[in-house]
């Protein structure tokens, strides 16, 4: 069973930064496309960002464009979330998955596509 874990959550005070980081284990991140989600208390699970495997190319909703960075290092097998001037609405666990529908470009972020996950980081971000 392919478990990604995710980590570097914790208490930020709004305007704040965290960076969130994907890593997997002997699994071949490179290979995937993948993707942040994340659900705050009583809503949806929402997809944040994507992060193409073919060539890096990337989307974010509109919520955190110009906040929110997502980059990839193969080396490390690791996916990275950079999130600057945090709000209090960013709160939330925050998750990262791989496409396996469609490996190679971000294709959207209906929850179907992604067949692995990790467990979730819990961030906050409160005065």
């Known amino acids: 069973q392919v478990q990604l874990v995710e980590s570097g959550g914790g208490l930020v005070q709004p305007g704040g930064s965290l960076r969130l980081s994907c890593a997997a284990p002997?699994?071949?991140?490179?290979?995937?496309?993948i993707a942040w989600f994340r659900q705050a208390p009583g809503k949806e699970r929402e997809g944040v960002s994507c992060?193409?495997?073919?060539?890096?190319?990337?989307n974010y909703v509109d919520s955190v464009k110009g906040r929110f960075t997502i980059s990839r290092d193969n080396a490390k097998n690791t996916v990275y979330l950079q999130m600057n001037s945090l709000k209090p609405e960013d709160t939330a666990i925050y998750y990262c998955?791989?496409?396996?529908?469609?490996?190679?470009?971000?294709?959207?972020?209906?929850?179907?596509?992604?067949?692995?996950w990790g467990q979730g980081t819990q961030v906050t971000v409160s005065s």
């Open positions: 002997g699994f071949p991140i490179d290979y995937y496309s």
């Open positions: 992060i193409s495997s073919s060539d890096g190319s990337t």
């Open positions: 998955a791989a496409d396996t529908w469609n490996p190679y470009y971000c294709s959207g972020y209906g929850p179907e596509r992604f067949d692995y």
